[in-house]
C-alpha cells in the first residue's frame, strides 16, 4: 500500500531532550516536505527536500534540523524542544516539485512539549 | 495578501443534499495547481482533487467535483450526496511552479452532516 509513515503519533517530552520524528515513504518520490499544523495559523511548511541531499528552508524553520540521507526517508530533527514547538506535524511527500504533484500526507504526529 | 481564501468558518448540509465549500485564491503565477483536502477529526490530511490552472474542465473525483473559475480566481468543492462520514475539516490549498514548491492553505471549512 502506497503510503507516507510518520513515527511517532504521539509524543510529550520536556524542554530541551533531543528528538526525531521519522518520516518515510514507499512511493518513490522526489519532493518531501514537513509542515506544522497551529490553531489559528493553519499549515506551515518547515522545510522541505527536492531530493537525496537537496534541502532547503521553508516559512518556519528555527529550532529544526532535517536530513534526506535516502530518497524514502526525511526526518525531522528537534535539537532543544520548547513549548513553542508543541504542534500537530506532517510529512508529506510527491513524485516531484510540479504545481500538478499533489503532496501525500502521513497521518500526522502529536508533539506536546512541557 | 491571503494567497488562499476560505471564508466558511463552517457549514451545516442535511445527509444526501450537495454542499458547496468557497475557496479563492490569488497568484501572478501562470502555472498552479489547486488541490482540496480533508481532515477528519482523527487528523490526518486526506487529498481529494486536484485542478490545474490549465485544465479547461473541472475536476471530478466520484462525489467530488472542483468548480473552477479561472477569471474570477475561485476553485470551490462540490460534494454531492452528502454522507455522514463527510463531516470534516476542509482544506484548499495552492502549489504554485515558482519556489519552494509548497502547498498554501486556507483556513479551512469545517462541514457538519446532519441526519
Known amino acids: 500500500e502506497a503510503q507516507v509513515t510518520q513515527n511517532p503519533r504521539y509524543l510529550i517530552t520536556v524542554t530541551g531532550k533531543k528528538l526525531t520524528v521519522t518520516c518515510s515513504q514507499n512511493m518513490n518520490h522526489e519532493y518531501m516536505s514537513w509542515y506544522r499544523q497551529d490553531p489559528g495559523l493553519g499549515l506551515r511548511q518547515i522545510y522541505y527536500s527536492m531530493n537525496v541531499e537537496v534541502t532547503d528552508k521553508g516559512d518556519v524553520p528555527e529550532g529544526y534540523k532535517v536530513s534526506r540521507k535516502e530518497k524514502r526517508n526525511f526526518p525531522l530533527i528537534l535539537e532543544s524542544p520548547s513549548p513553542n514547538q508543541t504542534s500537530l506535524y506532517f510529512c508529506a511527500s510527491s513524485f516531484g516539485p510540479g504545481s500538478n504533484q499533489p503532496q501525500h500526507f502521513g497521518d500526522g504526529t502529536r508533539l506536546s512539549i512541557l | ?115
Not at chain 2, 38 to 65: C, H, V, W
Not at chain 2, 80 to 102: H, I, K, P, T, W
Request: hydrophobic content about 35%; some cysteine; overall charge neutral.
Open chain 2, 1 to 115: 495578501a491571503q494567497k488562499i481564501t476560505q471564508t466558511q468558518p463552517g457549514m451545516f448540509v442535511q445527509e444526501k443534499e450537495a454542499v458547496t465549500l468557497d475557496c479563492t485564491y490569488d497568484t501572478s503565477d501562470p502555472s498552479y495547481g489547486l488541490f482540496w483536502y480533508k481532515q477528519p477529526s482523527s487528523g490526518e490530511m486526506i487529498f481529494l482533487i486536484y485542478q490545474g490552472s490549465y485544465d479547461q474542465q473541472n475536476a471530478t473525483e466520484g462525489r467530488y467535483s472542483l468548480n473552477f473559475q479561472k477569471a474570477r480566481k475561485s476553485a470551490n468543492l462540490v460534494i454531492s450526496a452528502s454522507q455522514l462520514g463527510d463531516s470534516a475539516m476542509y482544506f484548499c490549498a495552492m502549489r504554485e511552479v515558482a519556489g519552494r514548491r509548497a502547498l498554501t492553505f486556507g483556513s479551512g471549512t469545517r462541514l457538519q452532516v446532519q441526519p
